[in-house]
């Protein structure tokens, strides 16, 4: 057996082989094999993380945290497992840094939903780093997707503190010079996603911080299209929050993390209460538990995350870095191919600059709805619309654009139909004449 | 015919590039202004009626969006020019009928005209709201012109 380095792309036979563990890329649409290219939107799940739901379902699910019998305990056992297993996942100093939430939009709902409770007062003098008020600042980007900014302009108007954003170029990205410019000690909070789910473009995100703790700002990371699809280490990159959701790595829906310092999550007031989450109440008032109890009001979503671990652990037997070499190595496959197809406009990095293995782009006189549909006609299925960032899209001079992304089970040949398809479009609707 | 070109007949191919309409209408009596938040299509339209009736005297419309949603508008105003309100909102109301069919049925090509068209829009659910887009904002519009009369 031949030993492959770490950051190697995947051989087409180990590709060929991850793709036979998801079932639902077996099967034809609309006459063709399914291609599928819309992973950045949600991914599909494998047998391996589908039997693990199914297995706890079947032999341990209980309510967790609560009860003594024997399913109560092996079902707690395996949440917290769960936990444990994704902390390990993304660098965490700890499993009690990592809060389950329904999802990355979830998780940064959270952060600022509590920033906007610590603003009002609560939480007391720990809380008091959280409180924002006018003359405070929110830095974001003009790239954002609307989870990392619908929150920030909700705390902003909650407490009167100002939205700033970081302006992108014409090509919808953005430079570590172009944060220092706006980040001064007026900013408090600095909030960006680690990998552009229009552009691909990769973040600075260790400057970034850098320049945001030097004026005492919080760095929050939106790690949706990067814990799936790169070596994730949020020691590493120092920030503050970083969220994501399971359903785009292989995992379930309603499930999503919010890793936090551990300070910090102590000392955030919750956004959601009541059972759970608490130590002693009474009719006056309650005492709240420490992170990550303190967040997870209510009964939680225990089977998804078990499933969820059980993704993470799929991703690590590839390994993150060959995760991250395949996407690339298909990223570059059909950004060489869309620069041969006249009339194709791709957003985002350069060529030679490093991209994840996600490309959005406009067909000249073809709607992004329309070529959608042509691909999907071949069995093709790419993302087509405003990729919730319409703001970028208005920057980009662009009402909707297609996507198409990759991930571990996407093979060449998908690549190579989706290109040969896209070059039929124009002439389709006569957009050549 | 395969089901990409039974979506896209060549009568829309033609009114998405034709875009019979496209364009202001400075003295309109009512304008209205539609979007369909998930694919980001959007279309103000405004009509004008003749001075003491309810005949649609001319109707202009700007938008954005794809060619279901552009030939729509496109044959919206080859279509509502002339009519009353009352024949345009019941025109208005066998389009929709027809768009909610899921392909099922023979549309009246007698009442329907050109719209016969977009029958095969009908069995893409994710593409009937781009059809009638155009069509609802008309609706509104129509409404608003003869109740502000």
């Known amino acids: 057996m031949t030993v492959v380095a770490p950051n190697q792309p995947l051989t087409e036979t ?29 991914a ?3 047998r391996q993380v589908l039997d693990a739901e199914r297995r706890f379902l079947e032999h341990d699910n209980a309510a967790v945290h609560r009860g003594a019998h024997t399913l109560a305990a092996l079902s707690t056992d395996a949440y917290e497992d769960a936990r444990a297993t994704v902390a390990g996942f993304i660098g965490a100093a700890a499993p009690t840094e990592v809060v389950w939430t329904a ?50 302009q909700e705390l902003a108007a909650l407490t009167g503190a100002t939205l700033r954003w970081i302006p992108v170029a014409d090509d919808g990205t953005w ?16 909030a960006f996603s680690h990998v552009s789910n229009v552009t691909g473009m990769i973040a600075p995100v260790e400057q970034v911080v850098g320049l945001a703790h030097a004026r005492g700002a919080l760095v929050v990371l939106d790690a949706c299209q990067s814990a799936p699809h790169r070596p994730l280490d949020v020691q590493q990159l120092g920030v503050d929050f970083a969220a994501f959701s399971g359903h785009k790595m292989l995992g379930p829906n309603g499930i999503g993390v919010l890793w936090g310092r551990a300070e910090l999550l102590d000392a955030l007031p919750p956004f959601r209460t009541g059972g759970s989450m608490i130590t002693t109440v009474t009719m006056e008032g309650s005492e709240f538990m420490p992170a990550p109890e303190r967040f997870e009001a209510g009964t939680q979503p225990v089977s998804q995350a078990v499933a969820l671990a059980e993704a993470v652990r799929y991703l690590r037997g590839i390994g993150m870095e060959r995760v991250r070499a395949h996407e690339e190595h298909l990223a570059r496959r059909m950004l060489d191919g869309l ?46 619309g405003h990729h919730c960032a319409q703001p970028l899209h208005r920057r980009l001079g662009l009402v909707a654009t297609s996507r198409a992304s990759t991930y571990v089970y996407t093979t060449e040949h998908d690549v190579d139909r989706f290109l040969a398809a896209v070059a039929e479009v124009r002439d389709y609707f006569g957009a050549t004449a | 015919m395969n089901a990409l070109d039974s979506l896209y007949q060549q009568v829309i191919l033609d009114h998405a590039k034709a875009r019979h309409g496209d364009g202001v209408m400075p003295d309109a009596d009512a304008s ?57 909102l019941a025109l208005t109301e066998e389009f929709r009928t027809m768009m909610r069919s899921r392909g099922v049925g023979e549309p009246d090509e007698d009442v329907l005209e050109d719209l016969v068209a977009f029958h095969g829009v009908s069995k893409f659910v994710m593409r009937v709201k781009c059809g009638m887009l155009a069509w609802v904002a008309a609706e509104a519009a129509a409404r608003e ?5």
């Not at chain 1, 980040?183 to 408090?188: G, V």
Request: glycine share 10%.
């Open chain 1, 103 to 152: 999802n990355a939009t979830d998780a940064l709902n959270l952060v600022a939903y509590g920033m906007a409770n610590a603003s009002r007062g609560r939480g007391g003098a720990d809380a008091e780093r959280f409180r924002l008020g006018a003359g405070d600042e929110i830095l974001v980007t003009e790239a954002e997707h609307h989870a990392n900014l619908v929150p920030w």
């Open chain 1, 339 to 384: 620069a041969a197809v006249p009339g194709i406009r791709v957003v985002g990095p350069p060529a030679g600059v490093p991209r994840s293995g996600l490309v959005a782009f406009d067909v000249d006189g073809v709607h992004a709805h329309d070529v959608s549909q042509y691909l999907d006609a071949q069995g093709i299925a790419v993302r087509s």
């Open chain 1, 175 to 190: 430079t570590a010079d172009d944060a220092a410019a706006l980040i001064t000690d007026r900013t408090k909070v600095v």
């Open chain 2, 32 to 88: 209205h202004f539609e979007r369909n938040p998930t694919c980001g299509d959007e279309i103000t339209v405004s009509l004008r009626l003749e001075p003491g009736t309810d005949r649609i005297a001319g109707l202009a419309w700007q938008g954005d969006g794809c060619s279901i949603s552009m030939a729509s508008a496109s044959v919206l105003t080859d279509m509502a020019v002339g009519r009353t309100v009352p024949e345009f």
């Open chain 2, 145 to 149: 012109a003869t109740a502000s009369r």
């Open chain 1, 14 to 42: 180990e590709v060929e082989a991850i793709k036979r563990d998801f079932p639902i890329l077996a099967q034809d649409v609309n006459g063709q094999p399914l291609a599928y290219l819309d992973s950045g939107a949600t």
């Open chain 1, 44 to 46: 599909e799940r494998p």
